[in-house]
């Protein structure tokens, strides 16, 4: 798995390329609470080149999702591919994401 | 005219008159017969009505669909053939000529009789109920047995008081007995006793037969008491242990089984969960194996049998809710009933996620250390397990353990998998009924535990 951290504009998005399970997702977690720590308040996750997500990778999302709820900020996934998008519905979670086609939508939703 | 069903409420509610008045007939027409009609003005507007009643049930006989080795007739000509082969004739002659005869103010004669072929009817009538399963065998079979016995009794006594009332010298019973001033409703009283006691092979010996033609007819009698007292013992305590036939087979699997288990070193508080095990499949089906039943069945009667079957279950799956008919045929042709006794590890942890229960009866729980709250713990009729570990393809972190006894349906891979391939609606159903679990997902995934 390969991380890109892009924090060029007010808007951090991460984009996550190959697998996220369980060696790789305590990375992404790192990765995410360092951008917080930053004062990161909107993240977008870019899933447009990640093709598995395991239920660690879930668990991030989900614990990103409630800190960042929490806060009073945004969190938003984007790009996903048909595998990934049904592995979050088929585990119930769909619903509690904002999801975007592409990375370019979530960032003009999140700007506007 | 339309045709009738054979098993529709009408026909049936008709049979039961039918067989009623062939029951009346049976009882009152001996007795009638014995007094020459003497009072049968009284009773004349019956006789005709009963014989209206009996020429409209051959009518309706030709407008009935019958079913034979499983094919239900429905074709005109094929019924009447059959009728005309069966029981049309008697059921003419029991009722035509009788009911020209009421004309002419009850003649008496040989004709008087004929209504007796009614008696026929009511033996076809019953005989139909129990190949149509209409009530329960047993009970059907005593009704029979108890009419039989009834009428029997009543013919034997009429017979007696024949030959007492056919014999005017000293010698006959009713004279004997001084009984010949007496009314007939008391005559006929003694000899029912007389038959009764007799054929009961009590015999007090108040009324004995003398004359040839009396000690003929007890002769018969008593050789006939004793065949009908043997049949009718055997025939109660037959219908008696088949009324209980099924319990008393359940107590005696149970008990070879723990017999077997005992023998082969199997714990006592094993055996007694055995024990509760089956008594409880065995209030919940009767001794029936469902499965067995069904595998017999073509494709399309199964999956209407099973919907039947299984419509309580279904209703507490949201799964099948929101199916389409077909789609739930196709879901009960892929999912399997399964029961669970209480404290059994329903789904276990360490192994691949490759089933999802959809529980439509009874508690399950995850067993974890993790500090989660109850709703998200348990799981109760309409809600499934198994799904993140089977989604997600990962092993499951916890064991499910059942609370009581658990009713659910398995869904395994290959069913899910042949489910999306036949069904492009499977996933989208699935997606939606997903979302209802959300919450409790949400628990789960953040605290790591996969079940």
């Known amino acids: ?112 | 005219m339309r045709l009738f069903r054979e098993t529709s409420r009408f026909k049936i509610s008709w049979d039961i008159l039918i067989c009623a008045v062939a029951l009346i007939t049976g009882l009152v027409l001996p007795v009638e017969l014995l007094q020459g009609f003497a009072y049968s003005n009284r009773l004349a507007v019956w006789w005709t009505v009963f014989s209206v009643i009996g020429l409209v049930d051959i009518i309706l006989s030709f407008n009935t669909t019958v079913e034979h080795q499983g094919v239900v007739l429905r074709d005109r000509r094929a019924i009447a053939r059959r009728y005309l082969r069966g029981m049309f004739w008697p059921d003419l002659i029991a009722n035509l000529p009788f009911f020209l005869a009421s004309g002419l103010a009850m003649q008496t004669g040989w004709v008087t009789a004929l209504p007796l072929l009614r008696l026929l009817r009511m033996l076809h009538i019953t005989s139909r109920w129990e190949d149509l399963q209409l009530l329960q065998i047993p009970v059907l079979r005593m009704i029979r047995y108890g009419l039989a016995l009834m009428l029997i009794t009543n013919g034997i006594a009429c017979l007696w008081l024949w030959v007492g009332l056919a014999d005017s010298s000293p010698l006959g019973w009713i004279q004997r007995l001084q009984l010949s001033r007496t009314n007939f409703p008391d005559l006929y009283l003694h000899s029912l006793y007389w038959t009764i006691t007799t054929l009961a092979t009590v015999g007090y010996g108040d009324i004995t037969p003398k004359t040839s033609l009396e000690i003929i007819l007890a002769i018969v009698m008593m050789m006939t008491g004793a065949i009908l007292l043997a049949f009718a013992v055997g025939n109660v305590v037959s219908i008696i242990s088949q009324l209980d036939g099924g319990r008393l087979e359940h107590r005696n699997r149970q008990s070879a089984i723990t017999r077997y288990l005992q023998l082969n070193g199997v714990e006592r508080q094993t055996i007694d969960r055995v024990r509760r095990f089956n008594d409880y499949q065995w209030a919940r089906t009767g001794g029936i194996n469902p499965r067995q039943i069904l595998a017999d069945l073509p494709a399309e009667l199964r999956s209407e049998v099973t919907i039947r079957i299984l419509q309580e279950s279904i209703s507490n799956v949201p799964l099948f809710l929101a199916a389409s008919t077909p789609l739930q045929k196709r879901l009960l042709a892929e999912l399997l009933p399964v029961t669970f006794p209480p404290c059994t590890v329903v789904l276990e942890d360490e192994a691949m996620g490759e089933q999802i229960l959809f529980i439509t009866a009874g508690s399950v729980a995850i067993n974890t250390n993790q500090d989660l709250p109850s709703d998200v713990l348990h799981y109760g009729p309409g809600d499934y397990v198994g799904d993140l570990a089977f989604f997600l393809r990962e092993r499951r972190t916890d064991p499910v353990l059942s609370q009581s006894y658990v009713e659910a349906f398995l869904l395994n891979r290959h069913s899910f998998d042949e489910l999306c391939r036949l069904e492009p609606r499977f996933k989208e159903l699935l997606r939606q009924v997903a979302a209802k679990q959300t919450a409790r997902n949400q628990a789960l995934l953040i605290a790591g535990v996969i079940v």
Do not use: W
């Open chain 1, 1 to 112: 798995m390969q991380l890109t951290v892009d924090t060029s504009s007010q808007l951090t998005c991460i984009a996550i390329e190959g697998g996220l399970d369980s060696a790789t997702a305590p990375h992404l977690e790192t990765s995410i609470e360092t951008c917080l720590a930053d004062g990161a308040t909107a993240l977008i996750l870019d899933l447009s080149a990640t093709d598995y997500v395991s239920s660690m990778g879930l668990r991030v999302f989900l614990s990103t999702l409630k800190t960042l709820k929490a806060s009073g900020g945004r969190f938003v996934l984007a790009g996903l591919n048909g595998e990934v998008q049904e592995i979050i519905d088929l585990a119930g979670v769909g619903p509690l994401f904002d999801i975007y086609p592409t990375v370019d939508q979530a960032r003009h939703s999140l700007a506007g």
